[in-house]
């Protein structure tokens, strides 16, 4: 988000309502985020204009150009885009982050997603989206070629012999020919192998599907989690389903997303929130939810709870998990169409800690010792203010409680997760003929 | 090229043989061309590992990622990137480029290119390429579909009121329903207009299809021509083609390729070239040769002339231009497959200036004063030191004659070409109702 996680930020005297095409301010705020000791940066995407361009600032900067210009004036923070396996092909897409990871010197992250929704499907000649199981299928097909490509060139095959004349070793550079369902994929790839050996996997779908694909794929996972009970819940289901697939539960790092709204005292971290909530005009944040919950926007009058005749889950194919996030929020908090608007304009479905520093960081910590989450997505309501806030008043606490480094220890985005530098699974030549 | 045009640069005792991956290097030379105030920088691209490892260096950072990352490092100079209307999609793709558009303050250009070879296909779920007519079909299509994707913002659609809360006006940002042979696009782009409206689109295929769709779309041309004669022939020939489909000849720019090989003495500059030559490996590029030709590197005897029964330039499904080029050279010229190694090695079919800088100022000069060029790409055989003598020797010739800029005049790559922006296609919604 340009202006901040929350959707009326754009309306605050002091926000730039065109940041979200604007380079200056998305390096401006990673610089920031370094200054932080932050992971990363990360940039959620659709091939689609989502939202109406009438109530808030729309459209964005393609997440790969964007990490890139980003990597340029920083040296450290990892740099996460969004990209989608339906509306791409693998050996573009997994030559762009093998680029960005090569441009970074190794900080490139690749959140992947399958794209939910039919409005996006209409740009890339479909009339309607695949079915939910289809993309997922698609999703691990794509990634396994991906990882072939990434894999297609040995770390030492370049050996650069001037005198002999001969750049590389032919045999250490091999085509995949990758046979599937979805694809078919000569390789090799058409650059060698990236610092990190392949970008790092992010994963933020919550549904069956997308909980399988993560346990099976992902190095991190983003997700929307209202109570801690539910976060532990979520929490203890993905390491138990990765380490079910043979995989280290730590191999797997599960971060919440959480809207921190700060304040010097309580009272003024509540205004904040109050302030914002009253910037967002209801009649439009209506018809989003209407869209999201596949009903008419005259079946949801705002001071009445939400129609007790929704479809179920397995009937919707758009975006699962954040249909069954909002539907739970508002029947557990038993919410009138106006509340539920108010928690989703502000956090979009994610926990919102409101507070001062000492708060935030409790609340942090709270969740981090229960067994919640190995870190967190931050993601302040308002930019770049929240997160000038969060830098200065909250990480210095963290830090103090030795819950956060104080400087980075590695140079690539793998050692800020302390994720190993993957090998290559390509058979070596000697192996391949052994 | 990497370390140079010369396919055997990378062997010189001072180049760099990873530069190919070192986003340090290409940023160096970008900065070094803007030095010399040159309209741009540009990158030759296929989605296939091309050429042999074994021979030179291989594979290369994706175009749209490494111009973003010279972006940042520069102010003035054009980013020119290779793309494929085979293997992309048009939304993926015009987003792309209007996000290194915004990225850039409006230095964007697009090298659009159709992909010959069955090589490529193959990474892409094909046999075999799509024929040539049926590759160009679908480039002029897609170029439609990006004409509208740009256009499908008005220039003013932002208004940003943010005491109402309307961010932009809904009638200003509009679906492009296009519906055509290979695309169906409902559109509208996410992201708002570019700082150029379009980014600059460039061509580079001389073949029949190649000429027709430069004629209709290319506001600058790149080519390889031989001899002044047949440089001159295409010039008129293409801004009489561009003048026939009711556009005017100035708005197409037609720019050779030149390799300039600079000695302070034009002894030296032959020896420079002549020790590149014997830098190369012949049979490796025998190989590359035959593959071209398709011919076996048996069927080329490296002391004799290219076989006489060669097929047709009508039979030629890949790079049409190209087969033609190396053909007539070895024809007109009588020469060897040794000899005509040697030249493509050199300049891979563009045109050798080679002499003093006085000497190289002097063709530049006289190819420009007697209608065979707008400008030209310079090509140098060895980087960065070719480029470093091109800028601080022949520029200033240049410019003493009054032949090229001593500054920049605006900010945009359309200014550098004398080329005005854009207006937006899309009718305003007054229009449309009227």
Request: aromatic share 8%; glycine share 8%; hydrophobic share 40%.
């Amino acid at each position: 988000m340009s202006t901040g996680h929350h959707e009326a930020s754009w309306r605050l005297p002091e926000s730039d309502p065109f940041a979200n095409t604007s380079v200056e301010h998305y390096q401006a705020l990673a610089q920031l985020a370094e200054r932080g000791k932050f992971d990363s940066i990360f940039f959620a995407d659709s091939p689609v204009l989502f939202g109406d361009v009438g109530r808030r600032p729309a459209g964005s900067l393609e997440p790969t150009v964007l990490l890139t210009a980003i990597a340029a004036v920083t040296s450290r923070i990892g740099l996460i885009a969004t990209a989608s396996t339906t509306y791409n092909d693998p050996f573009n897409l997994a030559r762009r982050f093998a680029s960005v990871d090569h441009v970074s010197g190794g900080r490139a992250g690749w959140n992947v997603v399958t794209t939910a929704g039919p409005e996006a499907a209409k740009n890339f000649n479909l009339a309607d989206q695949p079915a939910h199981a289809e993309r997922y299928e698609r999703a691990a097909e794509f990634l396994e070629v991906a990882y072939k490509l990434w894999d297609s060139w040995q770390d030492d095959a370049a050996i650069a012999d001037k005198e002999a004349g001969v750049w590389a070793l032919d045999e250490r550079v091999v085509p995949i020919d990758h046979v599937g369902r979805h694809f078919q994929v000569r390789g090799p790839l058409n650059l060698p192998r990236a610092p990190q050996g392949r970008p790092l996997i992010v994963q933020a779908g919550s549904s069956e599907d997308g909980k399988g694909l993560a346990a099976r794929y992902a190095e991190a996972v983003f997700t929307a989690q209202q109570t801690l009970e539910d976060a532990q819940a979520f929490y203890a289901d993905l390491k138990a389903r990765t380490a079910a697939l043979g995989r280290d539960p730590e191999s797997i790092k599960i971060l919440p997303g959480i809207v921190p709204v700060i304040g010097s005292t309580e009272a003024e971290a509540l205004r904040l929130e109050r302030e914002l909530d009253e910037l967002i005009r209801p009649e439009y944040a209506r018809l989003q939810l209407a869209k999201t919950l596949r009903v008419t926007p005259e079946d949801l009058p705002f001071d009445q709870p939400l129609p007790a005749d929704l479809p179920a889950e397995d009937e919707i194919q758009g975006a699962k998990s954040r249909y069954t996030l909002i539907v739970t929020l508002a029947r557990r908090e038993n919410l009138t169409v106006r509340q539920l608007i108010g928690r989703l304009g502000g956090g979009r479905g994610h926990h919102t800690f409101t507070g001062t520093p000492t708060q935030v960081a409790d609340a942090i910590q709270s969740w981090f010792t229960a067994g919640a989450a190995d870190g967190f997505n931050i993601m302040p309501p308002v930019l770049p203010a929240g997160l000038e806030t969060f830098v200065d008043e909250v990480i210095p606490l963290l830090q103090s409680r030795n819950l956060f480094r104080t400087d980075y220890t590695g140079p690539t985005l793998r050692h800020h997760y302390n994720l190993p530098r993957p090998t290559n699974h390509h058979p070596l030549p000697t192996e391949a003929t052994a």
